[in-house]
Every structure is written in structure tokens, then in C-alpha cells.
């Protein structure tokens, strides 16, 4: 039987000491340099950085409260590209709406636009294009965990996964404008 995870804190909490220290360590499993891919440094990197990624969500009980977590711990080391949103300053310089938008978005991040979202985690299989390639599809995976779009971790986490949807991975080649293949 597939242990569960225990139910998470509050959602709208604020993430607690522990789990910002958490999310500063999967950020620095993530961020530099990243190493050359199918390298020994890179398998190193990726297996630190999925341990990392199990902890946090360990630590937080799920998902939806390490992504909080990492959030706060970005604006702790990077400071917030929307730090002056709130002021009076933008007004009048850019749509209300938009202001609007860009505010909900510095308080609570991007909104899930997925129409009835499943309550259960949803899996998907990668395409055989990917599983074909699948150095250059963790590699690729690894650049995206560096830019704070995912979480990397190991199926230990899976308890701490429910309401994820994934979707099926594809290595197809880029096509320029006249639909030569991008070199």
C-alpha cells in the first residue's frame, strides 16, 4: 500500500521557517551553472537537486504549500520584479486591468488557467520521442527547475503530488519560419 502523506498546514498560511529553509536549499540544488549534459556532474547535480526537491515537498506536505515556499525564498535571495506594483506609481501609466492583474499576481502568483481542474493527480506517459532522447529531455527538464517553473523530485514524493496534472513529455525538432529544421 502507497503510504499517504499527512495532511498539509493551512493554505493560506505563511510558509513556516523550516519550509523557506527548505526551498532556499532545492534553490541552490538548481541554480549556476548547469553541467554539460549526460556529464557525471550533471547526473551529481540532478540527483542533489531531486533530493533536494523531495525534502522540500516533504517538509511542506505538499505542493501547493512548496510552491509558497519557494516563492518567498526567491524574493529572500532575488529580490521581486514586481516589487513597486502596489505603489501609486504605475497608476495611470499602464491599463487598470492590467495593474490589477500584475497585483494578484505578486500576492498569489500565477493563476492556473486549467478548466476543471482534477482533484486527483492526473500522470502521463513521455512520447517515444523523448523516451528516445531521454539525456536531452533531463537536461532540458533541468533548465526549467533552474528558471523556478517546476520542482524536480523522485517518485518518493508522489503522496505529496495530489491535484498535479502532468503532461506528456515530446522532443520534436524547431522549425524556422520557412519550415527548414532549426539547426
Known sequence: ARSRAPPPPARDSAPSGEEITC??????????????MSSTEFFDKMRLACEAGDALLKTCGSWRRAVPACRCAWKDVHGNQLEGVHSRTPEGACNPDILTYLRAVEKSGIPSRTPNRPQARVRAEAHKSA???VDEVLHKIFKIA???????????AEPYLEGVISTPMGMVPKKLPDQTVSP
Open 23 to 36: 526551498a532556499l536549499a532545492y534553490w541552490e540544488s538548481v541554480e549556476g551553472t548547469v553541467p554539460e
Open 146 to 156: 533552474s528558471k523556478g517553473r517546476i520542482i524536480l523530485c523522485t517518485s518518493e
Open 131 to 133: 523516451k528516445e532522447r
